[in-house]
């Protein structure tokens, strides 16, 4: 009794040291969590995580670009952001997400498209010690989710500091949708811009060879006029527009109206302005090919079926329009198509790859000159008129 009495009194008069306790500043229990006040200490075992971490600090928009809320639910296809509004440059989302251990808890969404294609960039930016991702799919993707073997066009990266940033080419008037999550970490505010070039007024911006703003100068080198300013832009010597002046030194006039003609056979020339080059009338076809070359037809009636009786209106009747004995699908003369005309493939020998019979025309004389074939191909091209 004497020893506890003397204990008692030694350590009331401050002499002995007090006995071991528990530190304010140390984890007592197994749970991962700090059960002291002192901020910004790790107390238990695990070296990878902070429990009395103080919360993440905002992040805002630069305010560049229209800014949208993350505006919750929006965690599936059904309830995504929808960007809508004047978005000549881009947009900019704010938001806060939810992270995992090590897998996506919260997933916020947003839907848009472009007017015009362009490259688009997206930028992930986030302020928690946390693994930020950041995606962009094809909006037919989800249906209601990505299906394996569907890939992003912009996916994540690695790291829990720093931006996400990443660049997709992407076409005109097609859904697209950003997926932002957080892999692990303290849940953290973040802000997604997507942003893309716009087209600069003044300039060309295509390989088209056409001019794309109303300037009044030539974008390209085609050596064309692309604008209505009636001036010439190149130096070729020639009139771009249809002003009716000549606007070079030349002393002739460079757009003057093209005088269409009767075709002139031999010139080379498309006199008649029908796009096509010597060919004949039928007049000429009667007169310079049927009736010197094709005597055997010349008669009242031929096995075939085609005859001309010596008349031009006869020779025209049973010529255009009629189908052919030897092949019965096709048409003597197909006005428009010397491809689809009998007679062609007659006269250039060529009857058997339409399923016809019989040896090239004429069978007298041999076959008609090049002048010839190539004079009574334009005319069925051109039309086949009786004249």
């Known amino acids: 009794m004497r020893l506890l009495n003397l204990l008692l009194i030694l350590l009331l008069a401050g002499i002995l040291p007090a006995l071991p306790g528990c530190p304010s500043d140390d984890d007592d229990d197994s749970a991962v969590d700090d059960d002291d006040t002192t901020v910004g200490d790790d ?7 902070d429990d009395d971490s103080t919360p993440a600090g905002p992040i805002t928009c630069d305010g560049t670009l229209p800014v949208f809320d993350e505006a919750e639910p929006n965690d599936s296809i059904d309830t995504v952001l929808n960007m809508t509004g004047d978005l000549p440059d881009g947009f900019c989302i704010e938001g806060t997400v939810v992270c995992g251990a090590n897998g996506y808890d919260d997933l916020d969404h947003a839907q848009f498209a472009i007017s015009e294609a362009r490259e688009v960039t997206v930028t992930l930016a986030w302020t928690g010690e946390s693994d930020g991702d950041s995606y962009l799919w094809l909006g037919s993707d989800f249906d209601p ?24 080419n992407l076409e005109a008037g097609t859904a697209y949708v950003s997926r932002v999550g957080c892999w692990d970490g303290q849940e953290t505010p973040y802000t997604l811009t997507v942003s893309w ?11 088209a060879g056409d001019d794309d703003d109303s300037a009044g100068d030539d974008d390209d080198s085609v050596g064309d006029d692309d604008d209505s300013a009636g001036d010439d832009d190149d130096s070729v010597g020639d009139d771009d527009d249809s002003a009716g002046d000549d606007d070079d030194s030349a002393g002739d006039d460079d757009d003057s ?14 006199d008649d302005c029908d796009g096509e080059v010597d060919e004949y009338t039928f007049s000429e076809v009667f007169s310079l090919v049927l009736t010197p070359n094709c005597s055997c037809h010349s008669g009242g009636s031929h096995s075939t079926g085609w005859f001309f009786n010596a008349s031009q209106v006869t020779a025209y009747a049973n010529l255009v ?15 428009g198509s010397s491809v689809a005309s009998y007679l062609m493939h007659k006269l250039d020998g060529t009857q058997g790859s339409v399923g016809g019979s019989g040896g090239q025309m004429p069978l007298s004389g041999g076959p008609l000159t090049a002048a010839q074939i190539e004079g009574i191909r334009g005319w069925i091209n051109s039309g086949a008129a009786d004249d």
Request: charged share 35%; net charge negative; glycine share 10%.
């Open 43 to 49: 107390d238990d075992d695990d070296d990878d995580d």
């Open 145 to 168: 989710e990505p299906e394996e073997g569907d890939e992003p066009l912009i996916s994540w990266e690695e790291g829990y500091t720093g931006l996400e940033t990443g660049t997709a």
């Open 197 to 207: 070039d716009t087209i600069a007024p003044g300039d060309d911006d295509d390989s």
């Open 257 to 270: 109206a093209v005088s269409c003609t009767s075709e002139v056979l031999g010139n080379s020339v498309d």
């Open 321 to 335: 329009g009629p189908n052919a004995f030897e092949a019965s699908s096709m048409a003597r003369v197909s006005p």
